[in-house]
Structure formats: C-alpha cells, structure tokens
C-alpha cells in the first residue's frame, strides 16, 4: 500500500453519541434536485439542544452523510411533498416556497425521530433512529407532535434464526503478547 500524505495529522474517528428518538428542531443544510427521479435530497442538522450539531459529528466521524432525506415530487407523492414545504412555511415566518430548492437551505423544521428496526450485514436484526418525518414549529408548540413506537419489521422480512454454537470468546481469558 502507498502511504498517505498526512496521515500523521488525521484524527481517528471518535465515539459518537447515540440518537435517542425524540422531537428536534432540524436547519437545513443542503438541497439537491434530482430531476430524473423527480425528487429532492434534504440534507439537515440538529440546530438547538444536546444534540446539536450531531449529523455534522456524524459525516466528520465516518466520513459520509447520513442525515439525506428524499423529498419525491412525483405526481403520486405530491401530498406528501407539499406536507414537507408546508411545513418549513410554517416554522420559518415570512418564507414562501417559489420553487428554488436551495432557498431552503438554512430554514428551520422540526424533525421527529423514532426508533425502526433493520437486518444488519450479519443478517441480524437491529434497531436505530431516523427521521419519520418534518414537522412544524407551530404543530411541535400546539403539543400534537408523538414520537412514535418501534417500528417493527414485518414477519416475512425478518430473518430466520438458526441455532447456532452460542459460545463466545471472554477476552478477559485471552493472553494478549502486551
């Protein structure tokens, strides 16, 4: 392998803190169009309280984004696409959508974001936090904001369990060479 210029300087990828579900007030940080999908990616970040700043930890740490979102403005998902715009009119005063996506960038929205489940590379099933969806300010102070429960895996996508030698390495047994 040739050896990377700078490696000396880089800085390991740290722990992150972990997500909890909840109620936060998203910024929005980047839009992409991508016309011959018929959607927009929505890239955002926690902007207030404990957690701020996570998605951009996040991508410094591991070294992609993993807060996109995609916004379909196809015929069939347009409720749902005017839901989302409605929404940053509402939590940002004055704002009035006129089709330039990137004048999104820096608004407000509140974002809720509970727990799923998923099948993990191991085949394995795991939980983790994402966004369910944007809300706005107004409906988080109105009180009609829930997180929502777990979202289960339908039975048909979970993985099938086989029984397997359970037994595992104590690593306080193991004797390192340091």
Do not use: H
Request: hydrophobic share 35%; net charge negative.
């Amino acid at each position: 392998m040739k050896p990377i210029v700078g490696y000396d300087q880089i800085n390991e990828a740290g722990e992150l803190k972990v997500l909890t579900k909840g109620i936060y007030p998203l910024v929005i940080t980047d839009v992409v169009d991508v016309p011959e999908r018929e959607y927009l990616e929505v890239y955002y970040d926690i902007c207030q309280g404990e957690f701020k700043g996570y998605f951009a930890a996040a991508k410094a740490s591991i070294g992609r984004d993993i807060s996109k979102e995609c916004r379909s403005y196809k015929e069939s998902a347009l409720p749902f696409f005017k839901g989302f715009i409605v929404a940053i009119e509402k939590s940002n005063p004055g704002y009035q959508w006129d089709w330039d996506e990137k004048k999104l960038i820096g608004k407000f929205v509140v974002g809720v974001f509970g727990e799923e489940e998923y099948v993990d590379k191991n085949n394995e099933v795991k939980v983790i936090v994402a966004l369910q969806e944007f809300r706005s300010l107004p409906a988080y102070k109105e009180g009609k904001l829930k997180v929502p429960e777990l979202k289960k895996l339908p039975e048909s996508e979970r993985p099938v369990v086989k029984k397997e030698d359970t037994t595992q390495l104590d690593l306080n047994e193991v004797e390192f060479p340091f």
